[in-house]
C-alpha cells in the first residue's frame, strides 16, 4: 500500500505562484514515473507534467514555460513550481506516480488532490 500526500495548494491572483509537493510512501521498492493531473470543475482529468527519472519531463502545452517539475529521488518527493498563474489554471491538482512495490510488481498511486484557485 501507498500513500500520497500532497501540500501547497490554495487561492492566488492571476500572475502569482504557487508550489505543490506530493511525498509518497508505503510499501515503494523504485518509482518510475511521478506526475500531476488536474480536474476542473466539469472536466476531464488532464495531464499537467510528469517526471522520468531526475530530469526527463513533459508538459501540456497550456502550462509550458509556466510550470516547472521536479523530484527528490531521496525523499520520494515530486515538486511543481506554478508561475504566472492563470483563472484557467483553477483546478483540483493530483499527484500521481507509477512504481515497483518490489522487484516485478508494477503499481500506480494517486494522491488525495489538492485545490488551486487563481481569482483573475
Known amino acids: 500500500q501507498v500513500q500520497l500526500v500532497e501540500s501547497g495548494g490554495g487561492l492566488v491572483q492571476a500572475g502569482g505562484s504557487l508550489r505543490l509537493s506530493c511525498a509518497a510512501s508505503?510499501?515503494?521498492?523504485?518509482?518510475?514515473?511521478m506526475g500531476w493531473y488536474r480536474q476542473a470543475p466539469g472536466k476531464e482529468r488532464e495531464l499537467v507534467a510528469t517526471i522520468i527519472g531526475r530530469d526527463t519531463t513533459n508538459y501540456a502545452d497550456s502550462v509550458k514555460g509556466r510550470f516547472t517539475i521536479s523530484r527528490d529521488n531521496a525523499k520520494n518527493t515530486v515538486y511543481l513550481q506554478m508561475n504566472s498563474l492563470k483563472p484557467e489554471d483553477t483546478a483540483v491538482y493530483y499527484c500521481?506516480?507509477?512504481?515497483?512495490?518490489?522487484?516485478?510488481?508494477?503499481?500506480?498511486?494517486w494522491g488525495q488532490g489538492t485545490q488551486v484557485t487563481v481569482s483573475s
Open positions: 508505503g510499501s515503494i521498492f523504485r518509482i518510475t514515473v
Open positions: 500521481y506516480i507509477d512504481f515497483f512495490s518490489d522487484w516485478y510488481t508494477p503499481r500506480k498511486g
